[in-house]
């Protein structure tokens, strides 16, 4: 059984040339910074992925200030991609991401886990200290190591690539996130019938499948096929 492949990514700042020297990261420009990342993103994922940008895909506030190859690189972006929003990420961006089929949220919330863009809980400099695991950007590595409970999925921390959800979290957190995801991704896109083939958690017992719908509408018209 194929599970669903889901991948995670913060702060790319596509665009942003003084990034290079704020995080010491190694391009020798914007220009080449912005194909690395690109090649990297879909090197590592597949059209079939969802793969959650946990904000600050860039800080240029509208798509002219980009310019057109710059533009089409984004467009070229695999995956089913979702934007958690950072500071960075105009309304502007937010929509013209929208129009290229990401879904747009700012925050994802479910059971032992949050997915958010800023580590720190909201107007503070405290960072959470619940029991949920925090997973987020926005610090670049800055908070040190990945902890059990708090893990940066940004490009400064992941050599500049997205990182793959199996790899940072427990199995049993696995099943969760990816139940939630895919959930939330089918509601966000609209009707579009049966889009997953995933795997959700019952109990204990794991491989127990579930066909997710977009509505209720699809689940009734599905079961009439």
Same mark, same amino acid.
């Given at each position: 059984?194929?599970?669903?492949?889901?991948? #995670?990514?913060?702060?790319?700042?596509?665009?942003?040339?003084?990034?290079?020297?704020?995080?010491?990261?190694?391009?020798?420009?914007?220009?080449? =910074?912005?194909?690395?990342?690109?090649?990297?993103?879909?090197?590592?994922?597949?059209?079939?992925?969802?793969?959650?940008? %946990?904000?600050?895909?860039?800080?240029?506030? +509208?798509?002219?200030?980009?310019?057109?190859?710059?533009?089409?690189?984004?467009?070229?972006?695999?995956?089913?991609?979702?934007?958690?929003?950072?500071?960075?990420?105009?309304?502007?961006?937010?929509?013209?991401?929208?129009?290229?089929?990401?879904?747009?949220?700012?925050?994802? #919330?479910?059971?032992?886990? +949050?997915?958010?863009?800023?580590?720190?809980?909201?107007? %503070? +400099?405290?960072?959470?200290?619940?029991?949920? &695991? %925090?997973?987020?950007?926005?610090?670049?590595?800055?908070?040190?190591?990945?902890?059990?409970?708090?893990?940066? &999925?940004?490009?400064?921390?992941?050599?500049?690539?997205?990182?793959?959800?199996?790899?940072?979290?427990?199995?049993?957190? !696995?099943?969760?996130? =990816?139940?939630?995801?895919?959930?939330? !991704?089918?509601?966000? =896109?609209?009707? #579009?019938?049966?889009?997953?083939?995933?795997? &959700? =958690?019952?109990?204990?017992? !794991?491989?127990? %499948?579930? +066909?997710?719908?977009?509505?209720?509408?699809?689940?009734?018209?599905?079961?009439?096929?």
């Amino acid at each position: 059984m194929t599970l669903q492949n889901i991948w #995670l990514v913060s702060d790319t700042h596509i665009n942003h040339a003084n990034i290079i020297k704020y995080c010491d990261r190694p391009f020798s420009d914007v220009n080449v =910074m912005n194909e690395e990342i690109v090649a990297a993103w879909n090197k590592a994922v597949q059209d079939d992925d969802i793969i959650v940008h %946990t904000g600050d895909f860039t800080i240029a506030r +509208r798509p002219s200030q980009l310019g057109l190859k710059t533009l089409e690189l984004i467009a070229s972006l695999k995956g089913r991609k979702v934007l958690v929003y950072g500071n960075h990420d105009s309304k502007h961006f937010q929509q013209h991401l929208k129009s290229l089929g990401w879904c747009v949220m700012p925050e994802i #919330l479910g059971d032992g886990f +949050r997915i958010i863009h800023s580590p720190y809980k909201p107007r %503070t +400099r405290e960072l959470y200290d619940d029991n949920l &695991v %925090t997973i987020h950007g926005h610090s670049h590595g800055s908070l040190g190591l990945n902890t059990a409970q708090r893990i940066d &999925v940004g490009i400064d921390v992941f050599k500049y690539r997205p990182v793959n959800l199996t790899d940072i979290v427990s199995k049993e957190l !696995y099943y969760k996130i =990816m139940h939630k995801i895919t959930n939330l !991704y089918a509601k966000e =896109m609209g009707c #579009l019938g049966v889009i997953f083939d995933t795997v &959700v =958690m019952c109990g204990e017992l !794991y491989g127990t %499948t579930e +066909r997710v719908y977009c509505s209720e509408s699809c689940w009734e018209n599905a079961k009439g096929k």
